[in-house]
């Protein structure tokens, strides 16, 4: 089986939902138009002799496709497309001169995870060890205007059926405090609560707001402070009781989490398909945390980090981004439903299980 051509399709999507994080993030997701309404990604495809394909969607869509015209697409061609660890490597040895983008890494390693899934016939979470077919969501805020309105939003969430809940604030050390013991009392004491803090603040203001999370019984306090600090992160993790999920962000894969780890710089550690180097590193990463008898919590939805979640026994939640009243209600629909006990099932489909209509792809793209 050999590869035999790569393709990137250029898309332009028309946002339904916009939003905002925190104070000085900018927000309606990566590639977003500064008008707010409009994103460019893309498909990745990777073509095989054998007419079996690979797919990985992607976000920065332009920079993506200036990446597999110039890089990718003369390492691929020619190559097994089963040989992934293999080609893991070579895109990490090009990752060297290049210096990919974080979100660059693992794409073409999950339209080859995509490929050896159709070939086994096999979902994908099934063919990485396969731990369960369903896991408990959380509802991930955006930063809404008001108490008023967030208040609304985890109503409609519990309504829906999510049981657990993510917070992103205002970056507002006090007004963001009384926002998360504000959401302890609306929830009460059984639903599990966690707060992600974007990378906001200094060491004084973590520790002074993680205490503020102590007091509330949250169940993680995400990225306080960048990701390049680890003597901070380790002294934060010292002198808080309430676990820190960190590496998120950061460069490097699993050798810079094994950094995390060893400077004891965090008691979570964040794994990804689209950070941290595709399913064959988000796999490494998980792995690497369970010897250490540390949780792997997979950052972000899709179906990708979706199976990853249900690969895996160390990560306790499928995070789901809830955005507006409209979309959250939507949640009740469609493959990825939220179900009457606030969980995920991954679709049994081969691959990733995503279905893609090529010849409308063709047809809508601005360019290939």
């Known amino acids: 089986m050999k590869i035999i051509d790569v393709k990137f399709y250029v898309l332009e999507q028309r946002l339904e939902y916009t939003f905002h994080w925190r104070k000085g993030l900018p927000g309606s997701g990566d590639g977003t138009s500064l008008a707010g309404d409009v994103s460019v990604g893309g498909l990745l495809r990777i073509v095989t002799d054998e007419g079996i394909d690979g797919v990985a969607p992607v976000s920065h869509g332009r920079i993506m496709a200036d990446l597999v015209k110039r890089r990718l697409r003369e390492e691929l061609v020619g190559q097994d497309p089963l040989m992934t660890e293999w080609l893991w ?6 990752d060297r001169l290049e210096e990919f983008p974080i979100y660059a890494l693992g794409v073409a390693d999950i339209a080859l995870w995509d490929i050896k899934g159709k070939v086994a016939g096999l979902p ?26 967030y208040r609304r939003i985890i109503e409609l969430c519990l309504e829906v059926g999510y049981r657990a809940f993510k917070l992103h604030a205002w970056g507002d050390l006090r007004r963001d405090a009384e926002l998360a013991h504000a959401l302890r009392r609306w929830v009460g004491d059984d639903i599990p609560l966690m707060f992600d803090a974007s990378a906001g603040w200094n060491y004084q203001q973590a520790l002074w707001f993680g205490r503020h ?10 990225e306080p402070m960048r990701e390049f600090d680890l003597y901070s992160y380790a002294k ?25 780890i060893q400077q004891r710089a965090g008691d979570m550690i964040r794994t990804s398909a689209h950070y941290k180097g595709g399913i064959t590193g988000a796999m490494k990463i998980a792995h690497l945390a369970e010897s250490f008898g540390m949780s792997a919590q997979v950052h972000g939805g899709g179906l990708a980090n979706l199976h990853l979640c249900c ?15 409209e979309q959250i209600r939507s949640r009740t629909r469609g493959e990825l439903a939220i179900d009457s006990e606030g969980c995920v099932r ?7 299980g995503l279905e893609v209509d090529w010849a409308e792809v063709e047809k809508r793209a601005l360019s290939v």
């Not at 490597?89 to 090009?94: A, D, G, L, P, S």
């Not at 102590?214 to 306090?221: M, Q």
């Not at 934060?236 to 995390?260: K, M, R, V, Y």
């Not at 991954?346 to 990733?352: I, T």
């Open 236 to 260: 934060l993790c010292a002198d808080l009781d309430i676990p820190i999920l960190s590496a998120e962000t950061s460069d490097g894969c699993h050798w810079n989490a094994a950094d995390f």
């Open 124 to 149: 994908l979470y099934r063919l990485l060890g396969g731990y369960r077919d369903r896991i408990p969501a959380y509802a991930s805020t955006v930063t809404f205007d008001s108490l008023e309105e």
């Open 89 to 94: 490597h070579r895109v990490w040895e090009i």
């Open 213 to 222: 999370l102590e007091a509330a019984d949250y169940y993680w306090y995400e």
């Open 346 to 352: 991954v679709p049994e489909r081969p691959g990733l």
């Open 311 to 325: 690969a895996i026994p160390n990560c306790d939640f499928y995070e789901d981004l809830v955005i507006s009243e």
